[in-house]
């Protein structure tokens, strides 16, 4: 299996991802949608894999290549559909095939911050590091998802107004529901593989969060003890398979966290920091905006 021979190149916005495609910038900074057949640069965009900081959702036709992501390969021989979540590489396992048609939609986590879909979301396993197979679909049901699609980008390259991020954001709420009925069928006689090394880090850090207080933060010593591997090794699986080291995956999960928290709850910055396991706020306060270049009181005043 290919490894990736450089450093990952590290995508955290919608406009960075169009500059790499060679396309022109995106009608909106948090989401986009775009047709491959307009990518100028195929090849060399995963040639030493991309660490991807937004969701994508793909619809590939045409393709016989294999695209490795987590630590499972997509297998496109016949699967059409792909989803990316964000914080993991991708890469292509053997260079020489571009999808001739087809589109894939982008979109930051900050695009459904703050709405039901942002906790939502967490729920749809084919986005999870466990999923390791593309999504076939039927001719039927390929026509409806390309329906949703279509629908998404009229919206998207309509003149924005105060209703189009709620529209955008209903659509997406319906290709994902679609999409987790054909997995389930798909996946009727077989369970996807829930006992890799990543799947159960995340479930970790996500039951830490959930009942953090008075915890402390978590410590890459306890992630490791947890997963009965060394601090070393989990950071080197973790490097091999993000970009990131464990102490850099650790505070990435506390800054998205804190995102949700800030945007569904009236709690103040205080308190979140206590909740999230900081000893003192003003700890908090420095990490969130050294991650984001903004404080936690400018964030949350972006969604009021």
Known sequence: MKKATRAPLILNTISQMHRVMEIPEPEHPLVSIVDFKDIRAHNEILADGLLLNVYMIAIKKDYKGKIIYGQSQYDFDEGMMSFIAPGQICYQSEPGYEPLAGSMLIFHPDFIRGYALDKNIKGFEFFSYSA??????????????????????????????????????????????????????????????????????????????????????????????????????????LRAHTGQNAQQHIHNKLIEKAKEVLTTTQLSVSEIAYQLGFEYPQGFSKLFKTKTNISPLEFRKMFN
């Open 132 to 237: 390791n197979e593309a999504l076939y679909l039927s001719k039927k049901e390929e026509t409806m998802i390309e329906g949703i699609f279509e629908s998404i980008a009229q919206e998207y390259h309509n003149n924005m107004d105060r209703f189009s991020h709620d529209v955008i954001i209903s659509h997406i709420e319906l290709l994902l529901t679609y999409c987790n009925r054909f997995y389930n069928r798909q996946f009727i006689t077989r369970k996807i593989n829930n006992n890799n090394l990543l799947t159960k880090l995340e479930e970790l850090l996500e039951n830490h969060f959930k009942n953090s207080e008075n915890k402390g933060l978590p410590t890459v010593k306890h992630l490791a003890d947890s997963l009965n591997v060394s601090s070393s090794y989990l950071s080197d699986m």
